[in-house]
């Protein structure tokens, strides 16, 4: 059975905003996510993001700019890139079971590879990432990068029993050794 890795983008992979990642140019990776994530495609890991968009939905880029994003993290991977990105460009408010915590986005990779995620990875930087892991009874790990140090903030109890690297490249390194 083939590794799969379930990671969040914006806080992992590249930098995040409150005010919203609203361009290609804008998407800027995260120091060594890039080179983690092709260490993960090159010991035969696949590689798969959940990612809420919502930026779409309050009109602050459209589908196409979060494809020319999404182009540009496949260019900087190089290789076969990621294997599979699943984002959801609603609002809480809109109660979609495809936005974190919703495990909408997890059942389409569950499905698009033919395999459970429970007991794999979920690599995230807020609440939202953890609950939604544990909901499809995986392993979640928070980073510090992004919002990772506000959650951290939060002391959620939530929070007790969950792994925490200082980002996506410590993950890597840790996984990998």
């Not at 959940?50 to 260019?75: C, D, F, P, V």
């Not at 569950?110 to 609950?131: H, P």
Request: aromatic share 6%; hydrophobic share 40%; proline share 3%.
């Amino acid at each position: 059975m083939q590794n799969i890795i379930v990671l969040d983008r914006d806080g992992v992979i590249n930098e995040d905003s409150d005010a919203y990642i609203k361009s290609a140019d804008e998407w800027l990776p995260v120091a060594g996510s890039i080179e983690a994530i092709q260490r993960l495609k090159a010991a035969g890991w696949l590689v798969a993001i959940a990612t809420n968009q919502s930026g779409i939905q309050r009109g602050y880029y459209s589908r196409q700019i979060l494809s020319e994003m999404h182009q540009k993290l496949q260019n900087l991977v190089g290789g076969s890139g990621v294997d599979w990105i699943s984002y959801s460009p609603y609002l809480t408010k809109d109660n979609s079971p495809s936005r974190k915590p919703g495990t909408g986005m997890l059942t389409a990779i569950e499905q698009r590879f033919d395999l459970s995620l429970m007991g794999c990875i979920l690599v995230g930087d807020t609440l939202a990432d953890v609950k939604v892991a544990l909901a499809k009874q995986m392993r979640p790990i928070l980073v510090k990068s992004g919002k990772g140090q506000r959650t951290l903030a939060s002391q959620d109890a939530i929070l007790d029993n969950v792994a925490v690297y200082e980002n996506l490249q410590a993950v890597v390194e840790a996984l990998l050794k």
